[in-house]
């Protein structure tokens, strides 16, 4: 994963700090969300496989949203230790 480097002549921080953290909210909240959109079983009446294949699909996009909040907590670790801008 390829990192910003946090230098007196590059963005601030602080900015950093705002931006991950803004993030990082938001794609907390959108995981909330999906989690009480979870598929439910009566809602296909067409078999269990078609349930079984509605969860996966939804665990699929789940699963994205939770590689993208880890995306961005590793964005935010490594610019708040790194670096001499402040």
């Known amino acids: 994963m390829m990192m910003p480097t ?8 602080q900015h950093f700090y705002e931006q991950y953290e803004e993030a ?3 794609l ?3 995981i ?8 439910n079983a009566r809602d296909y009446p067409q078999g269990l496989s078609a349930y079984e294949q509605a969860r996966t699909e939804f665990n699929a996009r789940v699963d994205s ?6 995306y961005i ?4 670790e490594h ?8």
């Open 6 to 13: 946090v230098h007196l002549n590059g963005t601030p921080r």
């Open 24 to 26: 990082n909210l938001a």
């Open 28 to 30: 907390e909240q959108a």
């Open 32 to 39: 909330r969300a999906m989690l009480g959109a979870q598929p």
């Open 65 to 70: 949203l939770v590689n993208a909040r880890w």
């Open 73 to 76: 907590q590793n964005l935010w």
């Open 79 to 86: 610019t708040q230790q790194t670096g001499e801008s402040k």
